[in-house]
């Protein structure tokens, strides 16, 4: 990879760091969530007339993957208000990765070696986050919150790689899924914070803005970088954010860092690195 590519794919894991870090930074109200999917589809709600439509064989993948995201972003809120950004975020993106890789023996495709240690670093990871969590219930908590978030992080990968690929327009069917995406979730919480959505976006525009194009601009990043570089070098250096959201829960959150959470951090970044280039 070219040096402008690594400093892309570096930028967009920080960004995806970032926009996790507003979420976590007010996570005693779901708003900040609301906001940042609200942005996300205006920004690309704006891009939309200068890009073609999707195929029409691409559209249900939209609107299945749309009703996953709702999901995630219900789940999203609810673990960043039990637990901290450094112990969260590794297991959400890293345990993703091989939740996507494990169904595949169900369909004819066997796991190599460079997988199964993936696998192994990973589950190591996630065991180590257990042993961290020990006597602690709402880290315990967070731990299966983290979890069933990748799972619905798995699952969207999923529907998006076999959409994306019926589309004819990767970047068309992106834009259309973030502005699902955002509507979706505007329409679930707003009974919960409808009221007072507007005033708090008012008061933090950073969130609805910074976060919104954080976010858009993280994924819109890596499928540029994709297009320059092999796709398991882009998507191996993307985990970094594991790293990034680690170091950001430490010196800006003020997250205490265990020895143990410390190892686990590192190894399921390792492992999610692997997973991508096995």
Request: glycine residues 10%; hydrophobic residues 60%; contains cysteine.
């Amino acid at each position: 990879m070219s040096g402008a590519v690594i400093a892309a794919v570096l930028l967009a894991a920080l960004m995806h760091a970032g926009w996790n870090t507003l979420i976590k930074a007010r996570a005693a109200s779901g708003a900040p969530a609301v906001l940042v999917a609200a942005g996300s589809a205006l920004l690309c709600a704006c891009c939309l007339p200068f890009v073609a439509a999707p195929a029409a064989a691409s559209w249900p993948f939209i609107a299945a993957s749309t009703l996953v995201h709702a999901g995630y972003f219900k789940l999203l809120i609810a673990t960043y208000r039990t637990g901290e950004l450094s112990h969260a975020y590794p297991l959400m993106r890293g345990c993703a990765p091989l939740l996507v890789a494990l169904p595949g023996p169900l369909m004819g495709e066997y796991l190599g070696p460079g997988q199964w240690l993936a696998v192994t670093l990973i589950c190591g990871g996630v065991l180590a986050t257990l042993f961290d969590a020990a006597g602690h219930g709402a880290a315990r908590r967070t731990t299966l919150l983290a979890l069933a978030t990748a799972c619905l992080i798995a699952c969207y990968t999923l529907i998006d790689g076999a959409g994306v690929r019926r589309s004819g327009a990767p970047v068309a069917y992106t834009m259309w899924l973030f502005v699902a995406v955002g509507l979706a979730v505007v329409a679930l919480e707003w009974r919960t914070h409808g009221a007072g959505l507007l005033p708090f976006a008012r008061r933090h525009p950073l969130i609805l803005f910074g976060g919104g194009a954080m976010s858009a601009g993280a994924y819109g990043m890596a499928l540029w970088a994709m297009t320059q570089a092999p796709v398991a070098l882009v998507a191996a250096l993307r985990e970094t954010s594991i790293l990034f959201a680690a170091a950001i829960g430490a010196l800006v959150l003020r997250e205490r860092i265990s020895r143990t959470r410390l190892l686990a951090v590192g190894l399921i970044a390792g492992g999610a690195c692997a997973m991508r280039l096995a």
